[in-house]
């Protein structure tokens, strides 16, 4: 599966957190709320104003990966799971000029590299703003590009897609 930060790639949408537990499951034509596989509730897009991801960030390129191995190799050590799962961010919609905060689980323990985040605010923004862009929800991957894209032209203040 293809992922950038807390954006990941699962059939014919994109999930913000993970989605095997609590996530946003984006559609052509909605937000979904998800823990799991388990729908929580549907929004449909014309009523989303704004998504907030509140996630740890770090300044660290590799988070993902370094606290895989770690976890890893202590895991291998102590022969037993350590019971280290990633604490739950949150998840903020505004829907309809109301807020609707939910559960938002991470892929991996530690932050997400900051930039990956701000690449996902800026493309959940800008498939807000732009409806007929979301139809590219369907088959996701490409959307991934945009988010890291759009991430590099905040950083470098250029303006983005």
Not at 15 to 27: K, M, S
Not at 76 to 89: E, H, K, N, Q
Not at 107 to 127: K, M, N, S
């Amino acid at each position: 599966m293809k992922r950038y930060g807390p954006l990941i790639v699962v059939p014919g949408a994109l999930a913000v957190g993970d989605p095997g537990r609590h996530h946003l499951r984006l559609t052509p034509d909605a937000v979904l709320f998800r823990d799991g596989s388990e729908n929580r509730g549907i929004v449909p897009w014309i009523q989303v104003e704004r998504v907030l991801i509140d996630v740890p960030v770090t300044r660290f390129r590799l988070p993902g990966l370094v606290s895989t191995i770690v976890i890893g190799a202590l895991t291998f050590l102590a022969v037993s799971d350590l019971g280290m799962d990633p604490d739950d961010g949150t998840v903020d919609v505004q829907i309809g000029g109301e807020s609707t905060t939910a559960p938002l689980s991470r892929h991996h323990v530690g932050g997400y590299w900051a930039p990956t985040v701000d690449g996902a605010h800026r493309l959940l923004q800008h498939l807000i703003d732009h409806p007929e862009q979301r139809s590219l929800l369907a088959r996701p991957e490409s959307l991934l590009d945009v988010a890291a894209r759009l991430a590099r032209s905040a950083a470098s203040g250029t303006s983005g897609a």
